[in-house]
């Protein structure tokens, strides 16, 4: 498809599991970002990826989550031993080139539930 | 610390009326700000952006918005609200710094009223 694609679209697991989240972003664009959308925290960025070089993670809530990509395409974002505060929509965006004034194409998000 | 205040968590129109969604910044230095769109289970959508040339943005949509320094605002507007414009609105200021410098709005919720 055209725009950039995140699967699944609804998650619901139990509290302690792992998730993996993906995002396939546009074909081309070498920058991606993953968010998270929270009713208590509203949106908040997590990373960033320039091609599969992620620079920054100061971002990510805490060690139990990671990301990576491959190719310089598909993202994966990892939340191990899921707490029920990480429920949230996770949004993944991707760009052309790198930069936060670049223009970001979103992806319909998936919507995690930790029971 | 910058922030992004959008004054009005819900805004309630009639069809065919003016909409005003308001947004104050914070930022010291020259901010570059944002408006994007959420409709229902749906991801971000990027109406108009600011970035220091001129104050007034026109958008997608009919939307445009004007930058104001003296007043640190950046309201978004439209002339004739439609139905299809009922939706979650973010501002959104990026002040450079990488990550450090990106900072959200709450949102504002845009109700439309037939």
């Known amino acids: 498809g055209a725009g950039v694609s995140q699967s699944p679209s609804n998650k619901v697991t139990e509290k302690g599991k792992d998730v993996e989240l993906r995002c396939d972003p546009i074909?081309?664009?070498?920058?991606l970002y993953w968010y998270r959308q929270s009713l208590g925290q509203g949106l908040e960025f997590l990373i960033y990826f320039q091609g599969n070089s992620a620079p920054d993670k100061s971002g990510l809530p805490s060690d139990r989550f990671s990301a990576e990509r491959t190719g310089g395409s598909v993202s994966t974002l990892t939340i191990q031993r899921t707490q029920q505060e990480d429920s949230a929509v996770y949004l993944c965006?991707?760009?052309?080139?790198?930069?936060?004034?670049?223009?970001?194409?979103f992806g319909d998000g998936t919507r995690l539930s930790i029971l | 610390a910058q922030s992004v205040t959008q004054l009005d968590s819900h805004v309630s129109v009639s069809e065919g009326t003016p909409v005003l969604l308001r947004c104050n910044y914070s930022s010291s230095y020259s901010p570059s700000l944002f408006w994007y769109v959420q409709h229902p289970n749906k991801g971000l959508q990027l109406l108009l952006k600011?970035?220091?040339?001129?104050?007034l943005v026109k958008g997608i949509n009919g939307f445009e918005a004007e930058f104001k320094k003296s007043e640190t605002s950046f309201h978004l507007t439209k002339p004739s609200a439609h139905m299809s414009d009922a939706a979650e609105y973010f501002c959104v200021d990026y002040s450079g710094g990488g990550a450090d410098g990106l900072t959200f709005g709450k949102g504002t919720h845009l109700i439309i009223q037939p």
């Open positions: 600011y970035t220091s040339a001129a104050t």
């Open positions: 965006a991707s760009s052309l080139a790198f930069g936060f004034l670049q223009p970001q194409h």
């Open positions: 074909s081309g664009h070498t920058a």
